[in-house]
């Protein structure tokens, strides 16, 4: 498979303050990208996503930015709360493959109250 | 209410024993997945199925076999298990193929002595 890497496998940040969870792709061919949130013992939970004709989309607390450039694709998340604890996974979709995702290792991030 | 489910939530089994997880979503969804989910938080796909149809197969041992008895099923046999099956396995499904965002369900651990 392609590879979806994560900067950094974990992350500690204050409640209150911004997160950023940074996952890097190797294939420029991929056209569209999904941030998931996996909290303890659940699911993965889709977050936001993205296409490659857009740089940076916004959700709700969350914005979601995409340098082809250097095939980064980053999470902000606003103002962290403890409920925003968990393992984030950015995952990308590639041509001509339906929609077949690989899924980056995971982002652990911890909120510290 | 629940989009995806799943039966069992935990499976403890011994080697050799032949087990299966069950998959239903109840959103309409045209394609529905299995995946595996290891110890270090990998997400990887196994299968893929668009109405009823396998599309995806990884590369999979065939102790595992897919089955979809309609489109709002998947279900996931494997035989003759071992230790490495030991994994959380995830069902999702999508709207349709493509790129869509995938629901999950909650998760089946299979632990594997």
């Known amino acids: 498979g392609e590879s979806v890497g994560l900067h950094l496998p974990t992350l500690s940040v204050q409640e209150g303050d911004n997160s950023i969870i940074n996952c890097a792709y190797s294939n420029s061919a991929s056209d569209y990208f999904i941030w998931y949130k996996q909290e303890s013992g659940k699911g993965p939970q889709f977050i936001i996503d993205i296409r490659s004709n857009m740089d940076k989309r916004q959700g709700q607390r969350v914005t979601v930015l995409l340098n082809k450039t250097v095939k980064h694709l980053s999470l902000q998340i606003a103002a962290t709360q403890p409920g925003d604890s968990a393992v984030y996974f950015c995952a990308e979709s590639l041509l001509n493959t339906g929609n077949q995702f690989y899924f980056g290792t995971g982002t652990s991030l911890t909120v510290i109250p | 209410d629940t989009a995806v489910s799943q039966t069992p939530k935990y499976l403890v089994t011994q080697m050799g024993n032949d087990k299966s997880i069950k998959c239903e979503q109840n959103l309409g969804h045209d394609t529905m997945y299995w995946y595996k989910q290891d110890s270090k938080k990998f997400l990887k796909i196994m299968f893929s199925?668009?109405?009823?149809?396998?599309?995806i197969n990884e590369t999979v041992p065939n102790r595992f076999s897919p089955k979809s008895p309609d489109k709002a099923h998947l279900n996931l046999h494997i035989n003759s298990l071992e230790l490495g099956d030991s994994a959380v396995y995830f069902c999702a499904s999508s709207f349709r193929m493509g790129s869509y965002e995938q629901y999950f369900g909650p998760g089946t651990r299979l632990t594997v002595t």
């Open positions: 199925y668009n109405n009823k149809e396998l599309i």
